[in-house]
């Protein structure tokens, strides 16, 4: 029987309620009549209608793709954002479990997907810009990145298993496309789309365009972000895409997911801590951010490597690094671990780099300055870190560990 398909409206609270009430599981998970569940809008990144419902029995959380950007109506965008979502959700979560929400329901007419609600948490980016802390939350970042980088890359598959399952997300072209023109391209460039602090931060921007190190490193990141298909990514990992609680880290909004290289996750994260870094108004703060990024990084690299050696050690490791090569030779293995490690930890720089640049410059930026509330204070801590990334960009060698760029944006933010 074929399915005839519901067109796709935006559903406003009642539709909501009503598109609820029509799946059992989730009428259940909610309990008690639809007229009393409580429905709030929470909308807080750029793309999608995101609402809270909460019945007597427990919660759900329902995000909808709009036919445009959510920020910027005149942007007009495909729906299949959700879709990739879900699929992402399907792909890593029975490698990182309770470090991402559950998925409940995707309905692919109207674009919704219901994830579990979560209870007391807040956005890490929020979070740490009211001077929050979570010591754990670094750490759980960095595993969650390990598992599901790992897990899905041909370290861990058999070829045929590892492209079956990276090939549907190489397809996710409408939210590549941003990532490759706001992250990777448009800040280096004049663009109507750019701003920034201006004219305080004139100077350094037109200094970043016309510096020919910056280029040819921006430019080989982009191949490295088109090529190296090493893994499935989250592909948008900034510090908005963590919900955090006392001992309980969970990544959201995997709607980016694409094949690429792992380090891109990886600078994310740390360009979105480099920059709350920089922002941040107190010593305890700063420390409490280099703290992060390094058990991020610590996590992140421990985890890997184990999952690595486990996999050769026990036979079920993939067809790249073959466990028939490795099994029985510690020394090349751990040779191997430690170079791709490093490709990773380098690419990892880079991308924060690109990563605080673009926030900065770019299109879509990030609210972490704004608890400066002087002016001139702000165009400074913003033109520190935008000196760090050229640096970072320009000079690489200067720069080759997450310790030593810890210790280097420490000095800088001081
Ligand atoms: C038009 S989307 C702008 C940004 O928001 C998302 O969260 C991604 O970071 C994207 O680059
Ligand atoms: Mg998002």
């Known amino acids: 029987m074929t399915r005839s398909p519901t067109p796709y409206r935006t559903l406003d609270p009642a539709g909501i309620r009503a598109f609820l009430a029509a799946q059992p599981a989730l009428a259940t998970r909610l309990g008690g009549q639809p007229d009393a569940w409580r429905v709030r809008e929470v909308s807080d990144g750029n793309l999608n209608n995101v609402f809270l419902i909460d019945g007597p029995a427990g919660g759900v959380c329902f995000k909808q793709s709009l036919p445009h950007v959510r920020v910027d109506p005149d942007w007009k965008m495909p729906l299949d954002r959700t879709a990739f979502e879900a699929a992402y959700l399907r792909a890593v979560r029975p490698h990182v479990g309770n470090l991402t929400t559950e998925l409940l329901h995707f309905d692919p007419d109207l674009f919704v997907l ?122 948008d990992l900034h510090t908005g895409s963590v919900m955090v609680a006392d001992h309980d880290t969970r990544v959201i909004d995997g709607e980016f997911a694409l094949p690429g290289p792992i380090g891109f996750d990886c600078g994310l994260f740390v360009g979105n801590l480099l920059m709350h870094l920089f922002a941040t108004p107190t010593p305890e703060g700063r420390t409490r951010a280099l703290r992060d990024i390094t058990q991020f990084w610590t996590h992140f690299r421990q985890d890997f490597t184990t999952l690595w050696t486990n996999a ?103």
């Open 114 to 235: 219901v994830v579990e609600s979560l209870n007391g948490h807040v956005v890490l980016r929020h979070g740490l810009m009211q001077g929050g802390d979570w010591p754990e939350a670094a750490a759980a970042i960095g595993r969650f990145v390990a598992r599901a980088t790992f897990q899905t890359s041909p370290l861990a598959l058999k070829f045929e298993a590892s492209s079956a399952l990276l090939a549907p997300f190489a397809r996710n072209h409408t939210l590549t496309r941003i990532t490759v023109d706001l992250v990777l391209t448009d800040p280096y460039h004049a663009h109507p789309r750019n701003h920034w602090l201006s004219p305080e931060l004139d100077p350094i921007v037109a200094n970043l365009r016309a510096d020919p190190a910056v280029r040819r490193r921006v430019g080989q990141m982009q191949a490295r972000f088109l090529t190296c298909q090493q893994a499935l990514l989250h592909g």
């Open 312 to 414: 050769v050690a026990h036979s079920h490791s993939g067809d790249a690094y073959a466990a028939p090569l490795f099994r029985d030779d510690p020394t090349s293995l751990q040779q191997v671990q430690t170079q791709f490690l490093d490709a990773i930890e380098a690419d990892t720089i880079a991308f924060a780099a690109l990563e605080i640049i673009r926030r900065l410059t770019g299109y879509a930026h990030v609210a972490d300055f704004d608890v400066i509330a002087d002016r001139t204070t702000r165009a400074a801590r913003q033109e520190a870190a935008l000196r760090l990334a050229q640096d970072l960009l320009a000079h690489p060698e200067h720069t080759s560990t997450i310790a030593a760029l810890g210790t280097l944006a420490a000095d800088r933010a001081a």
